[in-house]
Structures are given as structure tokens and as C-alpha cells.
């Protein structure tokens, strides 16, 4: 494929076999993603959108297909190596947070780089500076209990960004907040995605928001039903533009 | 292991556990018992070592004691002057004391003295030194407790035999005795030179001969010993201070043994506890392990976070167990000391303080590693797809295996270790394999059975909470396993305790004989069954006994028979003095059980006699087998005519030799006589008429031998049930946290029902109704089984009857179901006192 693809992926087809019943949830999928676009993920529920990115991160084993992911195989790695790989290149969004319970805000902000072994005081700096970017400079101490949704997605959003990874997988992460917060959210994604040229795989039901992509794939039951790639996009157009980071 | 040292993880499993604290510490606590059970009895035990060691010359009181049951022979006596050292001699036997003040009379240890002892250590009196008084004046030194108990003051004279002699001194402490020998025979010093004037003892009196020797430093011991095994024309037995070192270092290894296993029974429970919790606890963590991998931690490093938090907790926890065990070890010898022949020092033993910290620590992470390890399985998946199922299951059989091997052999290492017998080790650690595997099994079952036989009929709260007992999530299996587990050992120690107390009842019975004269001369035997006529009681038995040994058997001599190793005839059997009766017809306490009773002995030829079954065993003797007794000097040639069943627990003079009439009539010959006093007046009017008209004639008072016996059990069962207490607690405390813990897998549901409109009222019955059927199953299933064992242990090791007492069973299953139901209760009432989302968000945390 294209020398400058961040993600490729090639016959990739997962099942699940529940007792004797085998069911096919990903069938035969190839498609390839640029460094630094934007791509959406849509189709109905039950689709396997989730799988699908889930098989992309890495967060699984696919059943058969291949996955290069920033020229490396991920197939061939092992679970502590693929963990390697995300730390260093991948973001993670999901629709439900996932934010660890015990630990603070900023303490779940500084965990990607804190597993890098990167020095106490720029990580928490850098956190902070995330953390104050999404708006939350004031809830550096609290804890996700303590958080509305919106809030703990805008961490879990800086959570995403602090390694600055090469590509960032999002999976209905307005999905659980209201129209207002969740426009907040995809603002803050594509703005970070601007800045920091990080490509964006995003799963939606939202079709305004996937028509903001410059490509949307559209999966039913298992398969590609629909790739296109609209260059007059929002989202093209901005990253024209390049404009400085506002808070 | 690495990541195990990273800081990142150290850091992380401090701000995990920061929000946690309270639920960590309830993680722990329930090792904390057990530890401070072992860390105490350990270091109890390293002390009193400690103290035998550097007393050891004390507890014998000189270097060395021989012992005859005859007056010395000539030989011995110049054998003696060979020896050399410092000696002094002790003349022991049985007496009655009679106090002619009070006019109380007392079975007593009567000890004539001559000479310095104890060379070593110090008889302690009342006022000090009055052992001077013995050896200067014709004075007596009495038992403390015996004076205390008959209100004789120093300066009141006791009458021993034909003598009255002014009592000189109050007895508080003999050298390597336990104070507790003065409940059973109480000790009177008298000097001497007095013996024969009290003239007590005649042809039949049992009495010690000791002489005890004080030998320059250096002596050879081992020289000395031998010299003592030589031929001597008398049989000397002898005691060294090595040998009375390994006595008491035996005896105290049995008592510490017995006491850690009851203490390790208290660590189980508290591992149990520890893996029931921490199993919910690490359950909760499976999310989080899942995010920390999505973010790129390795699944080691995921699951050393929490290793950490487990090996930390076990570390506090044994901290507190140790400091709490040393803190305990000041009252162990303050229950133990009757019992000691020692005073104990107490000092930091560094072995019990290490022996805690490594069995806190190690018991904590033991039964934390099945939980640990699931997290290594922690698939970052969970994040997309929340994770709802056992969270073992993510462990292959095989690793389970491996870790319940694992965990078997701690168990079952630990338990050799502290009893340092590899049987007893190994029967402890499988009976608890198998009560696991069959609360395992009833718990599986119940869960099956009530989902088959689901009483769709009642209301839905009751079925609601019968329903979580079998719903994902449920606690069934945990709560079974850890709370039968405590009930069947608690309530094991607490029947067989029962069961033992209860044997002793024997006495209490209407008619049962509770006075025993014995050493009845032949020309007195009229006289001691008249005056108990007198007193208006009845002779219950009056019978003749006639003191033997054994000769020889089947033509071979009793020594070259104990020499013979390859026989298997006990060298006790052999050798002890047998004390026969004879009479034409077997008592309603015997029964034949082979050969043929003949009740009159053929004019000629050899004798039938009967033995008792327990010392036919003993002697490998079956029916014709010839025996031939020595009858002081004359050997009666005798062949085994019956072996019959005695029922030793009857009060009675029991024999384990019986001869037809017609043989040993002629022989010199002491009677014993049986009665029964209706009260203490009676019995103590009867006693005292006797010992006036007859000094040497002993009584036994059944009734105060076994108030004696009873307040002895009741100080050892006071010391047991301490340490039992522990257990006990402990398996309180896995009960209060098993429930708490469980409670966490219940408050999100019964909120939810709370926001669908469930009322309070409703909410409490289905946590009741759940609460209520697993104390009231998980009771039952450990009574049932605890039935068993102690059933079991009355049938194979106490050999005595076993009937479970109902009102136990019903107030430990009452008691329990309430208690866990009142836990249950209790822990949940936040639900009812917060609003439905303060809770989640406390949850949250
Ligand atoms: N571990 C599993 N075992 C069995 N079936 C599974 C498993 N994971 C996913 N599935 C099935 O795969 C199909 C696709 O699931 P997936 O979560 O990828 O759908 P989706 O497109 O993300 O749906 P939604 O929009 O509702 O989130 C579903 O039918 C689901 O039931
Ligand atoms: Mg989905």
C-alpha cells in the first residue's frame, strides 16, 4: 500500500464461538488509513465497528487477516510487546471512559507516561497542561466518581493525547453525553488531531459527525458496505488553515 | 519480577489502596489473630526452654535421683557410698493427714527427708527457710494449698500415722514441680528420723525410695550412669538432669503443639477470610487492570500493582498480629503455670517475632495468589466488553491446580512444622482438604437444588434474595466455604470439650460408691466395716488384694523377655507390681469375653486365672498361656483360663489379674472397701473415725478427687478455650468481612431496585432472606460435619461415647444465622440511609 498509511488492514476477519455456535462478526475487511486524517467508523449496532477498531489498537487477536499498524505487524507481537506498541503509538477513547476508579484525574492523565518511565515532574506538567487544555484545570484532585460524564471523558481525552500517539481510536465517545457536551468533545478531538497531526479513527452513530471526516466506512453485518472519501470536508479544510490553539 | 521494584508500581498500588483503605485493612484483619495466636505460643514456647535450660539443675533439684520401691539392701546402700557426692534421701508414700484441730483428714503425699536436698534451686516456704525446721526440730512442713483449704495455721500440729508433729512451715514451691501436683496429692515434708514411729508403713504400702545426689563440678555423668545399670541385687531406676530436661522439654513440646495447632486453625480461617475478600476485592480490579493494559502496562506490571498492595497488606497485618501476639505471651503463664514446673521468663523471642512476620506475610500472599494471578489474564478487551464472569475462570485448570497444590502443601508443611510430626501434619492438613471439598460440594449443590426447586410461589422479595444466592455474582460458595469451615472447627473444639466433661460425670450417678478405703491390714478389715456401719452407711464391696509380679511367662523370665527386642510384650506390663484379688464369680462389671471363668481353683496343678482384656494385649498372652507370679517370695504357677472386659470407669477396685478362690488365701493379703457417703458430713465423719482407729489406712474421697479433677479441667479447658477464642474471633471477623466484602457485589443492585422504587422495607428483606439462608445453611453444613468429626475423634482417639448435645446445636445455628444476618444487615444500611446516587459514587471509588 501507500508508503504513508499509519494503519493497513488486510482480510481481517474475527468470530466469537459462543458454546457450539460460531458467529462471524468481522468478514474478510481491508482498508488503509493515511498518516494524519481523519476517518470515521459508522454503521448499525451489532456491525462490529467495536471489534474492529478493538482489533486495531491491538486491545485483541484477530481470528485471520493481518493489521500493520505504523509498519509493524501486530499479529506477530505478543500481548506484553503489542502493550508496548500502544503505550508508545496508540489513543484510546472509549464510550464508556474507562477511567481507573482509584486514582485522580490527573493521576489518571499521567499513567500512559508515567508506564514510560518518563520523569515525574514533565509528566505531570504535561498532564496538567492537557488536563487544563480540556478545560478541567480546576479538578486536577478529583477523583471519576466525583466527575460528571462529559468531565470524565475530557480526561479520558487527555489521557488519550499525553503520549502523543501516532493514532487515536475513538469509539462513540460522545455516545453516553448530551448533544452540547458531546460537540465540546469532537471539537476537542479534532483540534487535538489538528495540532498534533495525530490521524483519528472514529466510531460513530452520529452521521453530522462522521460526515465531518474526510473518509467515513460504513460496515454492516460484518462486512464493508460503504468507503468514501470527501475532500471538502470540515475537517480537511481546517487542517488548511492551521490555526493556533485556543482554549 | 522487575516491574515488581519499579517505583511506578509502588506508586500505583499507594493510590489504589489510598481510597481503599478501610476495605483493605478489613482484608487483613482476619490474619491478624492467627498470627498473634502463633507469634504468642511460639515465643511462650521458646521462653520456657529458655527457662529449662538455664534452671535445669533446678527442676530435679540435685544431679542426680535414684529410685527403689523397696528399703535399700546393703549393696545399694554401699553402692551408694561409692558414688560419693553430697546425698540426701527421701522416704515418699500416701497417707492420710489428719488435722486435730479442725479434724479434717486429707489423702496426702507424705515426703520424710534427710540431708540438704534440693542441692539445686530452692524449697520455697512460708516464713522462708523452714526446711531448717525439718532437719533441727521435729517439725512439719504442710502444702499451702492444703492449709489454705483446711484453715490450719503454722503452729497447728498434723497427726501422720502414730505421730503428731507441730507444722513448721507452709510449702509454696518444690523444685521441678508443678503447683498443680498439690491438687492431687497435697505434700507434707516430715524429717526422717520419724518414719518409723509413725508406722505406716507395713507389708503391701506402696512407698518411693529416692536418694539424691549433689556431684562435684566435672563429674562424669555417663560413668555414673552406667555404674547404675549394672547388676544390682535391687532394681534402681534413676533420673539424670539431661533426662528431666527431655521430660519437660517433651511434655512442653506436646502442650505447645496441641495449643499451635488450635492457633493455626485460627490462621487458616484468617487465610480463608483473606482469599474470600481478596478474591472480591481483585474482582473489581479486573477493570482496572484492563484500562492500565490499554494504556500499555504489560500484564505483569498490571498485576504487580495489586501483588504489591497483597504482600504490604500481609506485612501490616503480621505487624499487628506480632505486636499483638507478644503482647498475649504475658498471659500465657499466668494460665499455664500450675501446670509448669517452672517459673517462666519472659523475653522478645526473635524466632516467634520472625516465624509471625513470615506466616502473616506468606499466608496473606499464599491465599492472595489465585486472585493475583487472574489479573495477569486481565485482556485489555474488558475496556470494549465488560468483564461479568468468575474471575477464575480466566485461569487455566492447570494453574488452579497448581496453586491449590501449592497452597495444600503450606498447609500442610506448616502444620508438620509446628507439630513436628509428619502423621499429625499430614491427617490436619487432609481432614481440612476434605471438609473444604465438601463445603465446596454442598454449597455447589444448594445452588443447583434451589435453582431446580425454585419456590415460584412466594413473594418477590424472599425470592429475590433466595435468587442471589445463586446469581452471577453470588457469594454463596465464598461465604459457605469460609464461614462452615469456622463453624465446623469451632464448634469440633467445642463438642469435644463437652464430650469429655461429660465422661467425668460418672460419679455424680445416685448410688455410685464415692469412698474408697485402702491398705487395710487383715486384722482391721472388721473394724473399718463396722465403724462405716456405724455412721449408717453400707459396705458396698470389701475385697482382698494380694501384690505380685510376674515370674515368668510361657517358661521364660520377665528380664530376659524385656531384653528380647523381638518380643513384643510391654516392658510396663512386665514389670509392674500387679495387685490381685481373688473370688468364685465375676461381677456385673465384667464380661467374659473368651475362654471360661473357673471360680475354684483344682487342688492341684497349675491356676486358671483371668485377665483383663487390656493387659493380655499388653502381655501378648492368649488362652493357656502359663504364667508365673512371684507372691512376695513364693511363685504360683498359673495358666490364662479367661480374658474378661472390665469397666474401668466404674468406682470400684478393678483388677487386671484375677484369681480363682482356693489359692492365694493363705497369702499376705490388704483389703480395700467400697462405700458410699450420702454427704460430705457423712463421708468426712467416716473418714475421720478411720484414720483415728487406724492411721495407716488411706481414703480416697471420689467427690473431692473429682472436684479436683473438675477444677483441673476447667483451668486446662480455661486455657484452651483462650486459645480457641482466637479462633473463634477470628472466624468472627471472616464473617463480618466476608459479608462486608460481599456487600459491595450487592449495594449497585439493591440501589437500582431503590431507583426503580423498591421501598426500604423491601430492600431489607431480600438482604435478610440472602443473609438469612447462607448463615443458616453455611451453620448447618458445618455443624453436620463438625458432627462428624467430633463422632469421629470420640470413636477413634477418645474411645468414648459421643452424643451431640441438641441445645449446642441449636444455639450455635441460631447464634450463627443471627449473627451473620445482623452483619449482613448492618453493613448494608448505608443503602438505606443514603440516597441512591451518593452511593454509587461512594461505590465508585
Ligand atoms: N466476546 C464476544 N462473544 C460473542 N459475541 C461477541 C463478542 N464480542 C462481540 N460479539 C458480537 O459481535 C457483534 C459485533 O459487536 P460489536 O460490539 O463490534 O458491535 P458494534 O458495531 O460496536 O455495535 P454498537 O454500535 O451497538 O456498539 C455483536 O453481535 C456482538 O454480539
Ligand atoms: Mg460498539
Redesign the interface.
Known sequence: MESNSILSVSSLTQTFTTGDHKLTVLDDVSFSIEKGSMCSIVGPSGSGK?TLV?LC????RPAKGTIILNDINIGKLN??ER??????H?G?V?Q?F???????AL?NVM??L????SSAASTQLKATELLAKVGLSDRLHH????LSGGEQQRVAIA?AFI?EPDILFA?EPTGNLDAETGATIEDLLFELNRDLGTTLVLVTHDLTLANKCERVIELKKGSIYRDEVTTDTVAAKSREQVTPPNQ | MNSFF?S?TW??AW??????KGRLFIYISAIILGVAAQVAITSFRENIDHTVNSQAKELLGADLEVETNEPYTDQTLAFFDSLGGQQSSVVEFASMAYFPKTGSTRLSNIRALEGGFPFYGELLTQPKNAVEKLRTGNQALVDQTLMTQFNIRIGDSVKIGNVILPIGGAIEKVPGEAAAVSLIGPRIFIPQRLVDSTNLIQPGSRVEYKTYFKFEAGRNMAAVEASLEADHDQRLRYDTVEERKEEIGEAVANLSKFLNLIGFVALLLGGIGVASAIHVYIKRKV??A????????????AMNIFLVQALVLGFIGALCGTLLGLGVQFMLPGLFNEFLPVQVDIGISWFAIGLGFLTGTGVSFIFALLPLLTLSKA???Y???TFDDSITSLLSTKTKGIIYLLIAITIAGYAVLLTSDWQVGLFFTAGIIIAFGLLLGVARMLMMLIRRFFPTSWPYVWRQGLANLYRPNNQTTALMVSLGLGVLLISTLYFSQNMLMNELQFASREDAPNLIFYDIQPDQNDGVNSIIKRNGARVIQNVPMVTMRIDSLNGVSADSIRNDSTRDVSGWALRREYRSTYRDTLLDSETLLEGEWVGRAPDTGAVPISLAQEIAEDLSAGIGDTLTFDVQGIPVKTYVGSIREVDFQRVQPNFFVLFPSGVLEPAPQIFVTVTRAIDRNQSVQIQQDVVQSYPNISAIDVRLILSTIQSFIDKISFAIEFMALFSIITGLIVLASSVIVSRFQRIRESVLLRTLGASKRQILIITGVEYLFLGLLSALTGLFLSIITAWALSYFYFDISFIPNLWVIVLLTLGLTGLTLLIGLFSSRDIYKKTPLEI???E??
Open positions: 467495536t478493538g489498537a491491538g486491545l485483541d500481548e506484553d502493550a508496548k506498541m500502544r503505550n508508545q496508540v484510546f472509549f464508556t474507562q477511567l481507573v476508579p482509584t486514582l485522580t493521576e499513567v500512559p508515567e508506564l514510560r518511565g477523583y471519576p466518581a466525583q489521557r503520549n469509539d | 519499579s511506578w506508586k500505583m493510590r489504589d489502596a489510598r481510597s481503599n477493570d482496572t484492563a484500562i492500565l493494559r490499554c494504556l500499555g502496562s504489560s500484564a505483569r506490571q485482556s485489555p478487551l475496556t470494549l466488553r454509587l459514587r461512594l465508585g471509588t
